[in-house]
């Protein structure tokens, strides 16, 4: 039997993904997402999503699955597999994964990318539990509260800013003796009387049994530790697109994102790309599923010109 060779091959089920999958599947394009985790993507990770358009709130989970099951009622199909290559072989395109090789005519890359992990115990289990990676996605649960924010660059500072405006103490703790981001951000939390700083220091624990209660820090210049006591941690240490199978297709930045515009379009035919693996400034939910129709449409374009 000849080996089913798929208008489009999307890989990764987040909302970028299965955006692309809905709108292609409505076009009439045969279609495979490829997921090797989570069905759903990083949304399935936050507790409430409060801030897409259409719905009051909602867990992430329950997107995700409204987000499958409209792509699954729409004929795509969904597999789990880790996509390791995507090789160009012209009108054709290879996708190989831990789990065999898939052809087909178009690729939609919909990887995504990940919060880098401050890499300590127990961070897994108290994430939506204290330990938060967005402030724009959780920052109203921390009303009036004390939170920390880790990191010094320009998205932390910029959390940090977001949640001053509702909390009721910011502290932002950063490795180096130094802020580096944007001197009007610094100068604007300096001026903030309900932000603090710590400089020199790294989390080195997590406090709390089911909750967050507090971190540990360790002062390398000091050599000293101490207790921060605190409701909420925001990590903005940076993100980790994971975009090394594509190396082959398309052209990464200095950051490992793809490098492609609002057109969501690379400079090989037949591959495009949606979402946060995809260079861009705002990544949000909105951000992903508008840029799932915009690279679904290109990529039904490009596959009416064959």
Not at 10 to 34: C, D, E, F, M, N
Not at 78 to 91: F, K, N, P, Q, S
Not at 131 to 155: L, M, P, Q, R, T
Request: with cysteine; proline share 3%.
């Amino acid at each position: 039997m000849d080996k089913k060779i798929y208008d489009i091959i999307v890989v990764g089920s987040g909302p970028a993904g299965l955006t692309s999958a809905i709108y292609a599947r409505r076009a009439g394009k045969s279609v495979l997402v490829l997921e090797k985790e989570a069905f759903g993507g990083q949304i399935t990770h936050s507790p409430k999503v409060e801030n897409y358009p259409g719905y009051i709130e909602m867990s992430g989970n329950e997107f995700a699955e409204v987000l499958v099951n409209q792509a699954l009622g729409q004929g795509a199909e969904i597999d789990l597999a880790e996509v390791t290559d995507v090789i160009d072989e012209g009108a054709l395109k290879r996708v190989v994964t831990d789990a065999g090789d898939y052809e087909c005519k178009a690729v939609i890359i919909a990887a995504g990318s990940k919060h880098r992990p401050l890499g300590v115990a127990r961070e897994d289990e108290l994430t939506g539990n204290g330990v938060s990676y967005c402030a724009v996605c959780d920052g109203a649960f921390y009303a009036g509260k004390h939170v920390a924010v880790i990191g010094g660059g320009n998205s932390a500072l910029q959390e940090a800013v977001m949640l001053s405006e509702r909390c009721s103490q910011v502290t932002v703790i950063q490795n180096l003796a130094f802020l580096t981001g944007e001197e009007q951000l610094i100068r604007k939390l300096q001026n903030t009387p309900n932000v603090d700083f710590i400089y020199n220091s790294v989390v080195d624990a997590l406090e709390g049994r089911d909750e967050l209660t507090g971190v540990i820090i360790y002062n390398t210049e000091e050599n000293e530790y101490s207790l921060i006591e605190c409701d909420g941690l925001f990590v903005a240490i940076g993100q980790m697109p994971e975009n090394e199978p594509f190396l082959h297709v398309t052209k990464l930045n200095e950051y490992g994102y793809v490098d492609a515009g609002e057109d969501c379009t690379t400079e090989t035919p037949g591959v495009f790309v949606a979402g946060d693996c995809r260079s861009k400034r705002v990544r949000q939910i909105t951000t992903a599923t508008g840029d799932g129709a915009v690279a679904a449409v290109a990529a039904c374009r490009y596959l009416d010109t064959l």
